[in-house]
């Protein structure tokens, strides 16, 4: 049966970090909402010049249009055994809709990590970000710095600091989380599928206690 993981947590907890490394080692496709509209935004679709105005606000793009968005990802071949869901769901809405889209393929979410990391520490991590423009892995220039400055240890394309990780809008999107995607874990923890993770920890080690997580409850 195909294996539904959803990464929860702030931004700047180390979603997409971990998401990269977990999925490499199951075979899951990695599925980051936020790479999707970042890959419309620079084939400038429709999709992405709606969803630029939201984003550069540090807003949520509209339930409607990123669950048909996410919908239409999963639906492809190459997410047959399933997928590690990274930025999806954010709102209870959205959770309710990836509960009836997975129904549909006779599948459900598998387990829940929820990747904790305090307030004060997200700022620091955001405006230490660097992502590759060809396959957006992440990098810090103090946690995690690529080998060569600028360049990406995966694919050799350009580092670059996105705008949504200016203070001021860091500030707006952790608000966002607050109230629109933070009730998701009373969500997931109700229907007993949440696991918390010290997300503080170094990068390995939060890599380990998600991968324990999974396979136990898989
Ligand atoms: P998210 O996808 O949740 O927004 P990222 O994976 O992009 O988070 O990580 C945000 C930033 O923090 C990146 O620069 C990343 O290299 C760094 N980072 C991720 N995990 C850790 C960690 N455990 N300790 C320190 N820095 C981290
Ligand atoms: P982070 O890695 O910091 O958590 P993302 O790359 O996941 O940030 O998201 C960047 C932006 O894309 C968000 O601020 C929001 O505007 C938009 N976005 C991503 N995922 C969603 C979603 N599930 N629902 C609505 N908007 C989203």
Known sequence: ??????????????KGTQAQLIAQKYGLMHVSSGD?????LKN??????LAQTFMQRGELVPDDVTIAMVRERLGRPDCQKGALLDGFPRTPTQAQALAQML????????????????????VERLSGRWTCRKNG??????YNPPTAVGVCDYDGSELYQRDDDLP????NRIKVYQEQTAPLIQYYRENGLLVEV??????????NA???AIEKAA
């Not at 195909?2 to 180390?14: E, F, K, N, W």
């Not at 400038?44 to 010049?49: H, N, Q």
């Not at 001021?168 to 500030?171: F, L, N, P």
Request: net charge negative; glycine share 8%.
């Open 1 to 14: 049966m195909a294996v539904y993981i959803v990464l929860l947590g702030p931004p700047g907890a180390g």
């Open 44 to 49: 400038e679709t429709e999709l992405g010049k």
């Open 137 to 142: 892995h992440v990098f810090h220039e103090k």
């Open 210 to 212: 998600l991968l324990q």
């Open 103 to 122: 129904q549909e393929f006779n599948a459900a979410v598998s387990v829940v990590p929820y990747i904790a990391v305090p307030e004060e520490v997200l």
């Open 198 to 207: 010290d997300g503080t920890k170094p990068i390995d080690q939060v890599t």
């Open 168 to 171: 001021a809008t860091v500030k």
């Open 36 to 40: 999707l509209f970042r890959e419309n």
